[in-house]
């Protein structure tokens, strides 16, 4: 078992909704930099979005293609990141995987995933037209 362990991925139709999980081992997700990523076919990997540890502001930043879509948020009660995704289409489709920076995050306008320290297995969404 790693640091990240993604879940929720599953198949949805065009329009749907769905919110992804990534589940925090042996620390606290609170104190570290996180983001999400996903792989798309036409794609390859992006970067989706990040949000701070909670020591700078735990602000997020997501990338130009969400367009309010998505958002990342922290459950410190589970110790988990998740991941709400609104209004899914077909090009959404790929693997969706969290990752984390030991430290704040470094102040960018988006993150590259050279700059992520470990990164979990991913889980897989489908969406249908």
């Known amino acids: 078992q790693g640091f990240l362990d993604e879940s929720g991925g599953a198949s949805v139709q065009a329009g749907g909704s769905l919110t992804l999980s990534c589940a925090a081992n042996?620390?606290?997700?609170?104190?570290?930099?996180m983001a999400w990523f996903r792989q798309t076919r036409d794609k390859g990997r992006e970067w989706i979005g990040r949000?701070?540890?909670?020591?700078?502001?735990?602000?997020?930043i997501y990338a130009a293609f969400v367009k309010g879509r998505f958002s990342i948020s922290k459950d410190n009660t589970k110790n988990r990141l998740n991941l709400r995704m609104t209004d899914l289409q077909p090009e959404d489709t790929g693997i969706y995987t969290c990752?984390?920076?030991?430290?704040?995050?470094?102040?960018?306008?988006?993150?590259?995933?050279?700059?992520?320290?470990?990164w979990g297995r991913g889980t897989q969404v489908t969406v249908s037209s």
């Open positions: 990752a984390l920076i030991w430290r704040s995050c470094p102040r960018l306008s988006q993150i590259t995933e050279g700059r992520m320290d470990d």
């Open positions: 042996g620390f606290d997700v609170r104190n570290n930099c």
């Open positions: 949000i701070d540890s909670d020591q700078t502001d735990g602000g997020t």
